[in-house]
Structures are given as structure tokens and as C-alpha cells.
């Protein structure tokens, strides 16, 4: 005896589809008969003949076809019966396509994905109750703006999808995915408090700085040495003011090696960065203990026999360090050499005097940046840099880090929190923001009333950063998680597809004497399916709940998209402007 197996369908996709149309088809004619002996008996009462007496049945649909509405209504127009009929089938459809929507967004995905009411604190007013509690200052609000429940997210039918002042926010997008648009434009908009927002092109800047400022009244910074939005240089930053000590010498160069470092973890590579490490860390502190600046940490890295760096650690204090420094320095040539040489190639962001004017004194009068005022303000600190070697990427991720320690300070001398909380918005992050700690600061940071968003295009670009423990470690500790559609690396999406879950499907089994169903497990979502997320849309994994479909929210399909679109022409504007004379400026400053 044979059996056919089918599965939650027994038919085709293009099969039912077909079969679904076949049969709507043949309900057609039925349909309109039905809409215009409504219609007629509608007209028949509007002109005072009461309900007429016609039978809906075949002859009825003989005669109308035929003859037309005054065929079975003689006692009323025409083109009445049709006016009548088409209000009634707009009275009827209306509701049906209501009822339609309405359901679509409780199903909110496919089967066995999150509802929205399945989101616990991402939405609704339990977000709202969350807010409060994470916010001592918003307790008496009467009511709360979008931008103080959290970090808009996307929405999931006509709720918004918010993460909490405790979550941090990973989010894994291909480029032209939404990233920006969808993610880092609302958040930086929306923060209440201080904002961090790294970039290696203009157009985050150009979409908020303006109305950041406008918003907040506070000063807006825009850190631009390599003139990607030709900014005017208004302040500079001392890295190496409050480097006091070896261990705040040692993250700072860290900063430095990470640019050579990446994820690489072989043993030669290893000995050489560690090297160059200890020998930046000796050199750094030497100048901070003597209100040096970077410039001289360069002149001393091509010099390697210069006594001075080991002479001012030792009137210091810092005898070790010095020791330290003095045996490298003596040490055999062709290791020193190796050494200095991989220091160098770290730091060759300092050759460039165009990047070393934002960091070190200015001839001119310039505002200082003050990193632990930014952590208790409601400024925006805007971090632009190029990618590639020789860019200013250390010194974004150095600044940004400085930031956020001084905000785990104040948010320990507030009592455990921030409020308002800082949002940091790392997009670009495995390129201009590659701090080699990250994913051990995501572990806490949520704690404090800190909220990262960091934005990479793929898994595998956070691996050649971290590396692939540490990648996996960031991946763990972010709370929220978005994969958006293009994720292209099918382990990731495999792994992705497993989290998602499975479900059960009906299964039936059809045979010459019986039919059963039985259930079988499948997954929510194949690899297949994480690759081909639909553009607008993102995966959404929270801790404590199901993974959930949701729709992304880009600003100019928002309620902001005016002054946005306006502030960003403007921005435009101006930087064409100030390339523009930035060109001319240099021709003419030719020979």
C-alpha cells in the first residue's frame, strides 16, 4: 500500500497559489451578483418602492447579464442600482481589509516568531514602567517623549521597539541595510543626555549635529583631522592629560596597537605588539609626566638610543618603567629595531601634522575638550575618521574610551547610574573605533547607565578586530542583538537560524485507506531565510525573549523627516563650501 508524506502543505507554494486563484475566480460572478442585488434592493428603497422581490439564484444572473440592473429592477435606474452597489461594496470591503490588517500585525511574522506583546520591556507601557525605574529623574513625569523610554529600535506592527537604558545594543548590517538611517540617525536625535557618534563618512554628522544642537543648547564637538566633513577646527584634546600612571599609559598605547594587532592572536605577531606595547606605554607616560606632548613621543620612536624618555621617568618616579625603557633601548639592534619599527607603524597617525594639530597645544587660543564634562552633559561629540593605515582611528578609539571611563566614574559617584544616560553610537566601529576591550566593557556598561550601540556590516569584521573569542565574547554579553537581510557568512546565519528555535509543524500522511497527521519539529527560519531578510526589516534577539521580526524606522519615514532632510542640506551646503575653499587654500599655499 503506498502513502504520500506532505507537509504543512500538500501542495506546492505555486501550486496553492494557483489553486487559491482558480477557486476565487469561480466565486467572482457569485460575488458581484450578490453586490448588485443588494445594490438594487439599497436604489429600490431610496426611490420608495420598498425591497423589490427578486430571487438570488442563476436566472437572476441570466437576466442581469443579459439585460442589465433595469432588467431585474425595472423600477429604478440604472445607474443607480451600480452607485448603490458600489457603496455597499465599499461598506463591506473597508472592514474586511481592517480586519485583515489588524490581523497581520498580531501575527507579526512567521509562525512562531515574538508578538509584540511577547516583547516584555521593549514595549508598550511596560517599557514606559522600565524607563521609570531606570530613571530616578523621570518618576514624576507626568508623560515621557519617545527619546527618554530608550533606543528606538524599529517597530513590530504599529508598536515601537525600544531597548532600555540597561540594554547594549549590537547590530550586525550589510552596507545599505538601514544602519544609519534606521538605527544611529533616532538614537543620536533621541538621547537625552550626552552623545558619542563615530563615522569615516559625513553623513551622520550632516543628518543631526545641527538639530543636536538646536535640541540641547550644548556645545556640539566634531573631531575632523582628515577632512571628511571639513570641519573648522574650533578645540583640541590632550590624550595624554590625567596619564599619571603606567596602567592609564598602557590603555592609551593599547589604543595605538590595536591598529596592528586586530585579531590577529599567531605567536611572532604576538612578541612584536607586545613589544611595541610596552615600549609606546614607557614612551607615553615619559611625556605625560612631563607635560610633553605626542610630538615627542614620535621624535623619540625614531630616535632609539635618546636618553631623555629613561632620564624623565626616573625623576618621576617611575624607576621600573624607566629600567624597562633603558633595557629596550640597549637591547640587542636587530630586536630593538623590530621593535621601535612595529611601534612606529602603530603610531604613524602621529606623522601626520594635520592629525597632530587636534591633539596637541595649539598656537592659537583653542577650547580644551574636557572628556569627563562630556560625561555628565547633554553634548554631542562627533568622531570622524578614514579607514586604512595612517588614519586618526587611534585617537577616535583613544577619546571615546576616555569618555566612557570618566561616564563609569560619575556614574559611580551618582549612586550606580547615569541619568540622563550616555548613548554611544559606534558606527563603523571595526574600523575607526577599535577598542581592543569592547566586549568586556559591554558586560557592564548597560549597569552604568552607558548605552553602546555598535554597528558592524559583518560578523566576520568584528573577528578580524577582536578576534573570534573575542567577537563571540561581544556577541554574548550585547543584550540586544539585530541581524539585518544580507548577512552573507552562512555559519553565522546557521547559528542565527538555531537560535531563532524551531517549531511544530503538522505533518499528514496520505494513504489509499487513511489519512493522519503527525507533528514534527522545523526550523522558524532555515540559514536561508536569515540571509533573505527582506530590506526594512531586522531580526531581532533580546535577552529573555523569542527572537521577533521587526520593521526598521528610517528618519525620513519618520516624523522628523523635515527638519532632518532641511538640516541635512544645509550641512551639504556647507561642506561643499568649506572643501571648496579648503582647495583653493592649498593650491595656493603651493610653490
Known sequence: ?????????????????????????CWVPVAVAALVWTGGGVASLA??????????????????LSGGPSAVF???????????????????????????????????GPASLARARELGSLTGSASVVRARQLRPSLRASQSLEDGDVGVALGRHGRAAVRASWEDVVLAVMAPRAGKTTSLAVPAILAAPGAVIATSNKADLWAATAALRADATGERVWVFDPQQIAYAEQTWWWNPLRGVT????????????????????????SDFWTSAAHDLLTSLLLAAAVSDGDLTDVYEWL????????????????????????SGRMHGAPETRDGVYETARTAAQCLRDDAILRWVTLPSSPLAELSAAAVATSRQSVYLLSKDGA??????????????????????????????PPLVVVLDEAAN?????????????LGSRGITPVTILQSYKQGMRVWGEHGMDALWSAATVKLIGPGLDDARVAEDVSRLVGEHDVPVRTVSHASVSVSVRRQRVLGPEDVRALPRGSALLLATG??????????????????????????????????????????HTDRP
Open 390 to 419: 595612517g588614519a586618526a582611528a587611534p585617537l577616535v578609539a583613544a577619546l571615546t574610551d576616555r569618555i566612557l571611563r570618566h561616564a563609569v566614574r560619575a556614574a559611580e559617584r551618582a549612586g550606580g547610574r547615569l541619568d
Open 302 to 325: 625614531n630616535d632609539p638610543v635618546l636618553p631623555t624618555p629613561v632620564a624623565l621617568l626616573r625623576s618621576a618616579g617611575h624607576g621600573a618603567a624607566a629600567s624597562s625603557l
Open 432 to 444: 575607526v573605533c577599535r577598542i581592543a576591550d569592547l566586549p568586556e566593557l559591554y558586560s557592564h
Open 545 to 586: 525573549c523569542r527572537a521577533a521580526l521587526i520593521s526598521l524606522t528610517p528618519w525620513y519615514a519618520g516624523p522628523s523627516a523635515a527638519p532632518i532632510a532641511t538640516a541635512i542640506r544645509a550641512a551639504e551646503a556647507d561642506l561643499t563650501r568649506r572643501a571648496s575653499d579648503w582647495r583653493t587654500d592649498a
Open 47 to 64: 426611490f420608495g418602492h420598498g425591497w423589490p422581490v427578486v430571487a438570488l439564484d442563476a436566472r437572476f444572473g441570466v437576466r442581469l
Open 245 to 268: 600612571t603606567v596602567e592609564e599609559a598602557h590603555r592609551l598605547a593599547g589604543h595605538f596597537v590595536q591598529e596592528i594587532r586586530g585579531g590577529s592572536r599567531s605567536v611572532g
Open 74 to 108: 425595472p423600477s429604478v435606474p440604472g445607474p443607480a442600482v451600480w452607485a448603490a452597489s458600489v457603496v455597499v461594496g465599499a461598506v463591506v470591503a473597508v472592514p474586511l481589509l481592517v480586519l485583515v490588517r489588524v490581523v497581520r500585525r498580531l501575527v507579526g
Open 1 to 25: 500500500m503506498s502513502a504520500r508524506v506532505a507537509g504543512p502543505s500538500a501542495l506546492s507554494s505555486g501550486q496553492a497559489g494557483t489553486a487559491f486563484a482558480v477557486l476565487g475566480a
